[in-house]
């Protein structure tokens, strides 16, 4: 992921409006190809189309064809499409472009006959036809993804038990600032707290009871987030007002802070964003 929108513009022939096109990079829609100097060479835009993930604009540099770059960009925006649970990735192109239409189909991608187009499709072919252009001429391909077998909508939550149901949730709610989105009491002997992990389909669950005791935790045992920048690292470290505590595998010092819950139980704080 590269997010140097002057060098985009600057080395690759971009249609996009740059204000579209920095909207899309913020949304980590476009991938980009670079030398080692961080010259780009190649680039891809994605988004959604009618619940779809779709391929808006594509470009690899003649001087750097013909060396896997461009369906090494198509590859990664198919495992971002299949990430967010989408069944498969379209595009369009040109009849008169001789080397997209082979280049397409050696990567997975058919050519869409008009039964199959969706409404957008449809809506570009009146457009064109429209405006006299030749709609002969543009070709809607697609390419189908392997389905996970929980059809891309996962969600998860994570349980554990506490002796100190009070205390965690204000380390957890107060301290990291995690969200309350549910509670319950004396169900089957239990109370419990539910807290959502922002930006994910994920969230804590931690429940009290007498029928059996807390777990004991471990020193590998470890919450990892990562909170994106230093500085939320230093403002969540401040609000919790612990003091930090060394690793036995000193990789989570190198990359992080960790800190003890109430109950003795890791949690790294990581100062960026998920590679």
């Not at 040109?94 to 997209?100: E, I, T």
């Not at 109370?191 to 029928?211: I, K, N, R, S, Y």
Request: contains cysteine; proline residues 6%.
């Amino acid at each position: 992921m590269f997010s140097g929108l002057g060098l985009i513009e600057e080395a690759l022939d971009v249609s996009f409006p740059p204000e579209d096109l920095r909207m899309l990079i913020g949304l980590r829609q476009v991938w980009v190809a670079c030398e080692t100097d961080d010259v780009p060479v190649g680039m891809v835009i994605a988004s959604f189309r009618e619940g779809s993930a779709h391929i808006e604009e594509m470009d690899v540099l003649p001087a750097h064809g013909r060396r896997g770059l461009g369906t090494l960009l198509l590859d990664r925006v198919c495992v971002w499409a299949q990430a967010q649970g989408h069944s498969a990735v379209t595009l369009s192109t040109f009849r008169d472009v001789p080397w997209n239409g082979p280049f397409y189909s050696k990567n997975g991608f058919r050519a869409l006959p008009p039964s199959e187009w969706t409404s957008t499709m449809r809506a570009i072919r009146e457009k064109e036809a429209q405006h006299g252009l030749r709609v002969e001429a543009r070709v809607f391909m697609r390419r189908e993804l392997e389905q996970h077998p929980l059809g891309g909508r996962l969600q998860v939550r994570v349980a554990r038990q506490t002796g100190r149901l009070d205390e965690i949730v204000t380390f957890y709610r107060e301290g990291l600032g995690l969200a309350q989105i549910d509670h319950f009491t004396d169900h089957a002997g239990y109370d419990g707290v539910m807290l959502m992990l922002p930006g994910t389909c994920t969230h804590l669950e931690f429940t009290a009871t007498e029928q059996s005791s807390p777990p004991m935790p471990h020193v590998e045992d470890l919450l990892v987030l990562y909170v994106g920048d230093q500085r939320t690292v230093d403002e969540l470290v401040a609000r919790l007002a612990v003091a930090p505590i060394t690793r036995e595998n000193p990789y989570w010092d190198q990359v992080g802070v960790t800190v003890g819950d109430p109950d003795g139980f890791r949690v790294v704080l990581v100062g960026k964003s998920w590679p």
